[in-house]
């Protein structure tokens, strides 16, 4: 103000046009010394729910991968074990969830910082700031990496998943059973309590002697299921207790990941990730 005569027009002017050559369209319309510590909350709380969908994510591939389902990428002197040369961790994913959490717990140190500054504020945020920014966004970097090269080589074993769904699908049947029962004009609170009986009994033989799950050959010798056992084949079908899930999938490609993906040129990062495990 004092350079322009108490003229505030021209430090709006002059504001604007160094922002200008900075290479920014706006600036903070308020401001002390620094910006707002907000905007560190805002960047890192970005950064911090990213590391909350992956360790969901990884999470997620460990267990399908502990039942043998899916698989990570893994080199050919890749070692899972020093004590049991079988084994095949899924490393990258451990590492992407330990990462995941550091993330995570970043964001508390921003709302933190921004809550002790006093008035327009102090020193105090200065080194902190410098580590969780940069941690931050380092800890990012590695994750995407890593998580770039497990997609790029995740390995599915259908025969395995398809083993699991035979193993389960008697009890997720139940609901379709019912209901073709009624539909039959059977009483559902009777049917109900037949089918909860049988399969009480069929998981005895699964958990108890470690059997196959015989519920449905229990409801074939189950005269009281007669009306229905022309359509077992018909309710058992897999594919009828997925809903809508590919449309789903389909759908959200479509209208949520690809209009995001078309703003980026992938090109410069679409390459392989490679690395050392």
Known sequence: MQLFNGDGSKVVELDKLVAKLSGFDSTYPVTGQTYTRKVDIQVVGALSSLGSSVHKMCSDIRLLANMKEIEEPFESTQIGSSAMPYKRNPMRSERCCA??????????????THSVQWFERTLDDSANRRLTLSEAFLSADAVLLTLLNITQGLVVY?????????????FMSAENLI??????????QVCHEKIRVLSHQAAAEVKQHGRD???????????????ILDELDKLLDPSSFTGRAA??????????VKP?????????IGKHASLKI
């Open 99 to 112: 990462l995941a959490r550091h993330m995570m717990t970043l964001y508390f140190n921003t709302v933190q």
């Open 158 to 170: 259908p025969k395995v998943i398809e083993k699991h769904i035979r193993q389960e699908l008697p």
């Open 179 to 188: 209901m073709a029962m009624v539909k039959k004009g059977g009483d559902r």
């Open 213 to 227: 799950n015989d519920l449905i050959d229990r409801i074939k010798g189950d005269s009281y299921f007669e009306p």
């Open 247 to 256: 449309e789903q999938v389909d759908e959200f490609l479509k209208e949520e």
């Open 260 to 268: 995001v993906l078309a703003m980026y040129d992938l090109d410069k």
